[in-house]
């Protein structure tokens, strides 16, 4: 069984940046893509970026697309998130998410294994 485990949240103010990690237990011989995801209070939860372990392809909601980027060292195994340019609109607890199956900012029914998350504060 993968166990993930987020860190790097924070309070920051807009236009700062901040670095969230996601270590992994292992990274499974079959697993396919990890991922970030976010909720917001009363909303519902949302793909951040996802990214395939053969580095083949990345996807970005428009949201974050040119502010957030994300990489994952396998020899840690860590994924990480770089934030930059952040504002109060990027609130929220943020999720990591790992699956065998496909790479998708929208199907989280896919990803079998999850983190509990770190939270990000951008005040207003």
């Known amino acids: 069984q993968m166990h993930l485990a987020e860190s790097g949240g924070g309070l920051v103010q807009a236009g700062g940046s901040l670095r969230l990690s996601c270590t992994a237990s292992e990274l499974p011989g079959d697993l396919w893509a990890m991922s970030w995801f976010r909720q917001a209070p009363g909303k519902e939860r949302e793909g951040v970026t996802c990214?395939?372990?053969?580095?083949?392809?990345?996807y970005y909601a428009d949201s974050v697309e040119g502010r957030f980027t994300v990489s994952l060292d396998k020899v840690k195994p860590t994924l990480y998130l770089q934030m930059n340019s952040l504002n109060p609109e990027d609130t929220a607890m943020y999720y990591c998410?790992?699956?065998?199956?496909?790479?998708?900012?929208?199907?989280?029914?896919?990803?079998?294994?999850w983190g509990q998350g770190t939270q990000v504060i951008v005040p207003s």
């Open positions: 990214m395939t372990l053969n580095g083949a392809s990345t």
């Open positions: 998410a790992a699956g065998t199956r496909i790479c998708s900012l929208w199907d989280q029914s896919r990803f079998e294994f």
